[in-house]
């Protein structure tokens, strides 16, 4: 079936490093990508998302690539903070199709 | 309240008990999902509701029943549960489920299963 992989599932980096969270997706069909952050005892929301037709996004301190030939697309933040410590999921999602399918979550720790 | 509310945020019942989650969304949106969430495993998809019509059962057993009775409101009915259905469910909406789009999520019912 469809799947999602994402790694590392825990990544620890000292404030003003750069984090890079990776994700392979099994469905060739799959066009949308959007990845979601959790901090602890709140709800998954999105902080930036990518579409197929596009290779690489950015806002602000965070930016997504696409490789669809790969398919594989990665999150990058720069500039790490310790608020940006949380869980962040990828996903991956196709057009005419009802599912959204996660990858596992990568627990990120910034240290001060 | 905007965005996705979730009613009850804690929930802890017997197996044979029979209760409720309630999920509200006050986005304008035509879709409607149920994830579960359990430690250290991915969100899993439970169901999709577009325009109030089921359109996806991702084989969850018939202890769960999910109902939308409107496009705003999603319910999920759960009677004689097991411990192993202790997780955090979490409501989800959309524009439109067909799109590939953003999902806005509610806070979430944190169930424990005695």
């Known amino acids: 079936g469809e799947n999602v992989e994402q790694h590392p599932s825990t990544l620890s980096v000292q404030e003003g490093d750069s984090a890079v969270i990776k994700c392979t997706y099994s469905?060739?069909?799959?066009?949308?990508f959007p990845w979601y952050k959790q901090e602890l005892g709140k709800r998954p929301q999105l902080i930036i998302d990518i579409r197929s037709n596009v290779g690489e996004k950015k806002d602000q301190r965070i930016a997504v690539t696409l490789n669809k030939t790969a398919k594989h697309f990665s999150l990058h933040i720069t500039e790490t903070q310790p608020e940006d410590s949380a869980v962040y999921f990828c996903a991956a999602s196709r057009a005419g199709g009802f599912k959204t399918i996660f990858g596992a979550g990568t627990r990120l720790f910034v240290k001060a | 309240e905007t965005g996705v509310t979730q009613t009850p945020r804690h929930l802890v019942m017997g197996m044979t008990n029979k209760k409720s989650l309630k999920c509200e969304q006050h986005?304008?949106?035509?879709?409607m999902y149920w994830y579960k969430q359990s430690a250290k495993k991915p969100l899993e998809l439970m169901f999709v509701?577009?325009?109030?019509?089921?359109?996806e059962n991702n084989s969850v057993p018939s202890r769960f029943s999910p109902e939308c009775p409107n496009s705003s409101h999603l319910f999920l009915h759960l009677h004689t549960l097991q411990p192993e259905d202790s997780a955090l469910y979490l409501c989800a909406s959309s524009q439109e489920a067909r799109e590939g789009g953003t999902q806005y999520f509610g806070p979430g019912t944190r169930l424990t299963v005695l």
């Open positions: 469905d060739s069909a799959s066009n949308y």
């Open positions: 509701y577009s325009l109030e019509e089921r359109v």
């Open positions: 986005l304008g949106h035509n879709a």
